[in-house]
């Protein structure tokens, strides 16, 4: 009992508390909060009466402006994995550690 409540306090330290809520939330709600997010991001496009290289050029523009978003979420997502990592194994270990104490305080009760 002692052990899971040694990783409770070390999960709420870590954040992963918030995480779990997260997780619990419906499609619904995370679609709401997407198209709240979206709704502040999307400008809208207002092509009416543009000649053909005008819009060739907005297009160009919207395609390079992908291009720079897609490789900023890649660089952000390899990141976090990184910074996953790096935080699980020293967590993992440390939780290695607490678990073989609590065995030897059990066997020299």
Not at 75 to 97: A, C, G, H, N
Request: charged share 35%; aromatic share 4%; with cysteine.
């Amino acid at each position: 009992m002692m052990c899971e409540d040694v990783k409770l306090q070390i999960e709420q330290m870590s954040g992963q508390s918030s995480a779990r809520q997260e997780l619990n939330k419906t499609k619904e709600q995370l679609e709401e909060e997407k198209k709240i997010s979206m709704s502040f991001r999307i400008k809208p496009l207002d092509i009416s009466g543009l000649s053909a290289d005008v819009l060739k050029k907005k297009a160009q523009e919207l395609w390079e402006q992908i291009i720079r978003l897609e490789t900023e979420k890649y660089d952000l997502e390899e990141r976090q994995k990184r910074q996953d990592y790096d935080v699980s194994t020293p967590l993992e270990v440390f939780i290695m550690r607490i678990n073989v104490h609590v065995k030897i305080m059990r066997v020299h009760k």
